[in-house]
């Protein structure tokens, strides 16, 4: 590495680091992905993992691992059908849940614009994204913004709201299987993802659920209160009402 | 829940070998980038599958050479959208035994200790540009554009993250040997 790089000065791992910051940048610099993270990611994406081992046999647990029979009897199975994966693929169904901002955005304009190719089924709808949004020398995109966040996230396209629907299917799949903890946390990595995800209520069904089978009901009373209060009229807060053992309205 | 069947819709013209090298020869640099903003090992992976997917599209402008800058500031921009603390459900307690969780089950090795805790005392402000100059090894001016930040910024903040860094890693070395845990020979 180039002793200088521009008017910054010397890189510390090239100088001037003590042996313990010269520890803790090398320890940084040497962490990578697991080999499965890689490889889930390469999957998705549709290439190989050069010098990767092949893949187990045994899929991870999402909706395409999850055998459909497992999940199917599960009490929240009605609120994700199977039809609404289906019109969600292709783009046209995004609309159906009254949730703001998301749902107006995602327009029939972006069906048609993604590839399913048909010799990988896992491979991944390639997000439709307007010339030039994507670009980094597109100034103000790269500053955090209010705006930019919600626009970030509401032009939900099938491959998006395939990935929120693949996390919820494990998360259901789990709870399924009497996993509260598997599902606790697909839920999370599901907030952490689409934190304004459109559906972000089942999402909230599935965690209320699972707290309570992990004996939380504390936390599980106070997560559907909150829904409850936010969303008067929703059919899906009986829902969670009576999850959490809540009075009825 | 089945999946939809496959459905072939027109198809967006993708060099896949170009796309494979990329992804060989970046996508654990994406990965550490959005780990060093605060995702966790799981999310950041899904972060940087997205960064691809959204560069696959844009494949046909990216020059030859500028990949890394292009997949980073997308990096940066899919984190933003992310917002890691605007997840709006989350409950407080779970969090400590989540990340705790999330970085032993997506990571290798023992790296999750020692950078975590010296750079996680960086102001949030400061580290993106110390992480891309001390560790990714950018210039200042692909910083500056990167980060849309004048190039005089880009030098204030490395200075100023320096400084954290490095008053940081003199009380964890301290504190380390205080408690007897620094056994590894610096290298």
Redesign the interface.
């Known amino acids: 590495?180039n002793a200088r790089?521009?008017?910054?000065?010397e890189?510390?791992?090239d100088g001037e680091a003590?042996?313990?910051?010269?520890?803790?940048?090398?320890?940084?610099?040497?962490?990578?992905?697991?080999?499965?993270?890689?490889r889930?990611?390469?999957q998705?994406?549709?290439?190989?993992?050069?010098g990767a081992p092949p893949a187990p046999p045994v899929a991870r647990s999402t909706?395409?691992a999850?055998p459909?029979a497992a999940?199917?009897p599960h009490a929240l199975w009605p609120w994700?059908s199977?039809a609404v994966?289906?019109l969600?693929?292709?783009g046209v169904v995004i609309g159906t849940r009254a949730r703001g901002g998301k749902a107006s955005q995602s327009s029939p304009a972006a069906?048609?614009?993604?590839?399913?190719?048909?010799d990988s089924?896992r491979a991944?709808s390639?997000?439709?994204?307007p010339p030039g949004r994507?670009?980094?020398?597109v100034?103000?995109?790269?500053?955090?913004?209010p705006v930019?966040?919600v626009a970030?996230?509401s032009s939900a396209g099938p491959?998006e709201l395939r990935?929120e629907?693949e996390l919820l299917?494990g998360a259901?799949a789990a709870l399924a299987a009497s996993s509260p903890d598997r599902a606790?946390?697909n839920v999370?990595?599901y907030?952490?993802?689409y934190?304004?995800g459109t559906f972000?209520p089942e999402?909230?069904a599935v965690?209320v659920e699972a707290l309570m089978r992990l004996g939380r009901a504390e936390?599980a009373r106070?997560?559907a209160a909150r829904f409850v209060t936010e969303h008067r009229g929703d059919l899906l807060a009986d829902r969670i009402a009576a999850l959490a053992g809540l009075p009825r309205r | 829940m089945t999946a939809a069947p496959a459905r072939r819709l027109p198809a967006v013209e993708i060099d896949r070998a170009r796309l494979e090298r990329i992804f060989n020869d970046h996508h654990a640099t994406i990965w550490r980038v959005l780990v060093r903003r605060g995702l966790a090992a799981d999310a950041a992976a899904d972060a940087t599958q997205e960064t691809f997917l959204l560069a696959t599209q844009k494949l046909a402008d990216i020059r030859a050479g500028s990949e890394r800058a292009f997949l980073i500031g997308t990096a940066i921009r899919v984190a933003h959208s992310l917002g890691r603390k605007t997840v709006r459900w989350a409950l407080a307690e779970d969090m400590d035994r989540y990340l705790s969780g999330a970085r032993s089950a997506g990571e290798t090795g023992e790296a999750v200790q020692l950078c975590d805790r010296v750079l996680s005392q960086v102001d949030d402000s400061l580290v993106e540009v110390f992480v891309l100059y001390e560790l990714e090894g950018l210039t200042s001016p692909e910083i500056a554009e990167l980060l849309q930040i004048p190039l005089g910024s880009v030098a204030s903040r490395l200075r100023r993250a320096r400084e954290q860094f490095r008053e940081a890693a003199a009380r964890i070395r301290l504190s380390l040997e205080r408690e007897g845990r620094d056994e590894r020979p610096a290298r």
């Open positions: 590495m790089r521009g008017d910054l000065p890189r510390l791992l003590t042996s313990f910051e010269r520890r803790v940048l090398e320890d940084a610099l040497q962490r990578r992905p697991s080999a499965e993270l890689t889930r990611m390469a998705a994406i549709g290439v190989d993992v050069v909706s395409t999850a459909a999940s199917a994700i199977a994966v289906a969600s693929v292709t069906a048609g614009r993604f590839e399913v190719p048909a089924p991944p390639i997000p439709a994204v994507d670009s980094p020398s100034g103000n995109e790269a500053r955090p913004s930019g966040r970030g996230r491959s990935g629907i299917d259901r606790l946390e999370r990595r907030e952490s993802r934190p304004t972000a999402a909230i965690k936390d106070r997560l």
